[in-house]
């Protein structure tokens, strides 16, 4: 095998492309067409896929969609990642958007997280389609998508709601781009597993008004929502083996402008991260039982974010998901990574959500995490190693061919 495809100039040239051009979410166009031209430009057929959400966010998004179809049967493998990033923010020592390289890593806004991810992918996609043409079995799928930084995931909601390319028609494998390493500490080369879920709802509580100067004659919204706070963080986590603990966290806190009254509306908003076994339901149950054990002076409610694509079995959530390490397609991509990086791959399981769990959780489909390793995702002077992306392009070229076999 030629290594020079994913050489480390190969590696900054095409990261660096992309890393100068910004593109946090929603704002996305501009990314996805140099991304759809250069696979284009590289003897991959890819095409741009325009989606409209008018429930929730009236956006317009465009994700870089593509396939190649073999000349003899074989399994259907997903390659993918997101193209946006997260918005800018304070603190950076270097230019953002430069993809300044020293010491061996390469710094950029979304360096991380994850253009290097999808660097990776298209350099493995272009050597394949360039050695094998359409002479291989089965069928690989490719997606760079949008809005996976933003609130829903709209680019992959949309991705599936509309069936890309047979994304839910019965997809084997599925390889996400995302940084593995960077994100679970396991050394790299890492494969990740599984992910947890999520889901996003709020407290909404409802007092009576009172002037300030006489409180005894109101309800005070915000001393209960002060309670159930407390309540709240102190509810024990649910553990489980493969996944961890699941988290509950306040981010959000709104109520009315009330100057010299009594606070009577107060909205309490929460992420749950949730591991295997745990739905909606359950966790309704167990948060509704912890209010409720408090005496609450205020009316309240609970209410989970509604779901975009329901149909298609979207309910506002993200699905946990682990996949079975016994799986072929987990043990071929060991086998290349033994191959490429003469170790064996570390496992872990993300903690946070993204698109794969979509993948993983929503359609079922075995799906993995790899990608580099670096730090300071999601903040300033974000990195990545640029070893471990070549290397992670190698893998997933190497990958590729077993299942061509």
Request: aromatic share 10%; proline share 5%; glycine share 12%.
């Amino acid at each position: 095998m030629s290594e020079g495809f994913a050489s480390k100039e190969r590696v900054i040239e095409l990261l660096r492309t992309l890393v100068s051009v910004r593109s946090p979410y929603f704002e996305e166009d501009e990314i996805m067409s140099v991304v759809c031209a250069w696979l284009n430009g590289h003897g991959l057929p890819a095409r741009i896929h325009e989606y409209y959400e008018p429930k929730e966010t009236q956006f317009h998004g465009k994700n870089v969609v593509g396939a190649l179809t073999g000349n003899r049967p074989g399994p259907t493998i997903y390659l993918g990642g997101h193209l946006d990033t997260v918005k800018l923010c304070n603190g950076w020592t270097r230019p953002p958007f430069d993809g300044v390289v020293e010491g061996g890593r390469l710094y950029g806004v979304g360096a991380l997280d994850m253009k290097s991810g999808d660097t990776a992918i298209m350099l493995a996609l272009e050597e394949f389609v360039k050695q094998h043409g359409d002479d291989f079995a089965g069928k690989i799928i490719y997606q760079f998508v949008s809005d996976e930084e933003g609130p829903f995931g709209l680019g992959t909601a949309a991705a599936i709601q509309e069936n890309v390319d047979g994304l839910r028609d019965g997809v084997d494998f599925a390889i996400i781009g995302e940084p593995s390493s960077g994100f679970t500490k396991a050394p790299h080369p890492c494969i990740a597993l599984g992910a947890r879920g999520g889901y996003n709802f709020r407290i909404i509580l409802d007092g009576l008004s009172s002037h300030a100067a006489t409180p005894h004659l109101g309800v005070s919204a915000l001393v209960d929502a002060s309670r159930v706070i407390c309540a709240l963080e102190e509810l024990p986590p649910v553990r489980e083996e493969k996944l961890g603990e699941s988290a509950l966290c306040v981010v959000n806190l709104e109520m009315t402008d009330t100057a010299c009254s009594v606070p009577d509306h107060v909205e309490v908003e929460v992420f749950y991260h949730t591991v295997l076994g745990e739905t909606q339901a359950t966790i309704r149950e167990r948060v509704e039982k912890c209010i409720e054990g408090l005496g609450l002076r205020c009316r309240w409610k609970m209410v989970f974010r509604g779901g975009l694509n329901e149909a298609e079995g979207f309910d506002g959530g993200f699905f946990p998901y682990y996949t079975d390490p016994e799986n072929e397609y987990v043990g071929l991509l060991a086998e290349a990574t033994r191959e490429i990086c003469g170790c064996d791959p570390n496992y872990a399981a993300f903690q946070s959500i993204g698109d794969f769990n979509h993948f993983g959780g929503l359609l079922g489909i075995p799906t993995v995490l790899l990608g580099g390793a670096g730090e300071r995702f999601h903040s300033h002077d974000e990195y990545v190693e640029l070893d471990s992306v070549c290397e992670v392009a190698k893998i997933v070229f190497a990958f590729l061919n077993k299942t061509n076999n």
